[in-house]
């Protein structure tokens, strides 16, 4: 599940079961928190076990129940920058958490601010917390949190964006993402505008505590919906569309001696992934992906289409890529590695493997395929 996926279905859940957050969801979210930190010079916390923030409050409007996992969000007080940059990070990372099925809320008031403060370095601020965990709304299936979330309020396009005649498809799928993001008191206080040079801008119309949050909530969901592009920071802040590209890859794997192993490739920058590549000429998915196996490998394979996952990242400024993985099983060849892409090739078991995937993203993959095969294998 993409995350532009993700935004159809979230909505702010306020009641969470006493079920902790897996070891295994908690590697998952602090890899993706340490990326956003790496990107943004934030200082994002995953805090577990600790619900004293939200215990001992007296009834008031907003309160949660059973809180015992959230996000602190906070950094470098000297960020002009600071609150709308939670606010976009912290909204990557809330879509993050629901795609592994969690439930989260964002928070500005209704928590015990001094015992999250006490996390704190010198010279950081706090600027609010993410409630994160189990909920018992995410037990109902993807069709009814799609319903749930339909029913949220949100403000019409008209009054969300200005100019849009003769606006492509890509703006008006930003503003359609745009209705759907989350802000203080349901008031989504800004407006984004098509202007005449291919750019976006985007402005508060209504300032007040965490108008800063919104809007970087609300930038967010555009650039997902608008699938990719960058923004300036700031009120009035600007949008430039990026270019888009496509690659096809596998999680490739096998049985051996009763048990399921994949095979993960170093790739010369470091990082370990699945083997994957550019779409070329006139490709199918499918044979890009094929092609992709033999060539950093040395594997031919049987591509499995019933599998289709889809990971969106920028590979460099302006250019936006998705990556399609299906799942595959080798069907010959002799394992060797491309020299010129790949360091290493190995199999692995799943428990090896998830902690050796070197982004959240893939790692949702991963553990999408286990999911698929496993319901193959019972089936």
């Known amino acids: 599940m993409t995350l532009s996926d993700v935004v159809l279905t979230r909505t702010s859940q306020r009641s969470y079961l006493p079920d902790p957050i ?18 943004s010079g934030l200082r994002v916390q995953l805090v577990c076990g600790h619900p004293e923030p939200f215990a001992g409050l007296r ?14 969000l906070a950094g470098p007080a000297a960020d002009p920058d600071l609150a709308e940059k939670c606010g976009y990070y912290g909204e990557e990372l809330v879509l993050t958490a629901v795609a592994m099925g969690l439930g989260t809320c964002w928070l500005g008031g209704t928590y015990d601010r001094e015992s999250c403060l006490r996390r ?37 396009q008209s009054e969300l964006a200005r100019n849009m005649s003769g606006a492509p498809s890509w703006f008006m799928s930003g503003i359609a993402s745009v209705q759907r993001a989350p802000s203080a008191r349901n008031r989504q206080g800004y407006r984004f505008l098509w202007q005449k040079d291919g750019t976006v801008q985007a402005q508060v119309t209504e300032h007040n505590e965490f108008s800063m949050v919104d809007l970087g909530i ?17 009120d009035g802040g600007v949008f430039q569309k990026a270019a888009e590209e496509k690659s096809c890859g596998a999680v490739v794997w096998r049985e051996r001696d009763g048990a399921r192993q994949y095979l993960l490739a170093r790739h010369n920058g470091g990082h370990w992934s699945f083997p994957k590549g550019h779409v070329e000429a006139d490709e199918t998915e499918e044979e ?35 990556v399609v993985f ?15 892409e790949i360091a290493e090739i190995g199999w692995f078991t799943f428990e090896e493997a998830c902690p050796l995937v070197t982004f959240a993203s893939d790692e949702e993959v991963l553990l999408a395929a286990e999911k698929y095969l496993e319901g193959k294998r019972r089936a």
């Open 218 to 234: 609300a930038k967010y969901h555009f650039e997902l919906g608008a699938h990719g592009g960058q923004w300036t920071w700031g």
């Open 120 to 156: 704190l370095k010198e010279g950081e601020e706090l600027i609010c917390v993410a409630a994160v965990g189990h909920t018992p709304e995410e037990r109902g299936g993807r069709e009814k949190l799609i319903a749930l979330a339909a029913k949220r309020k949100s403000k019409s």
């Open 22 to 39: 897996s070891r295994r969801q908690q590697e998952e979210l602090q890899k993706a928190i340490d990326s956003c930190n790496q990107r």
């Open 326 to 340: 299906f799942t595959a099983v080798p069907s010959g060849g002799q394992e060797r590695v491309q020299e010129e």
């Open 59 to 72: 009834k008031s409007y907003g309160l949660l129940k059973g809180v015992h996992s959230y996000l602190v």
């Open 288 to 322: 890009t992906a094929r092609r992709e196996i033999q060539e950093e490998t040395g594997l031919s394979a049987e591509i499995d289409t019933g599998f289709r996952q889809v990971v969106t990242y920028y590979p460099k400024p302006g250019v936006v890529k998705d």
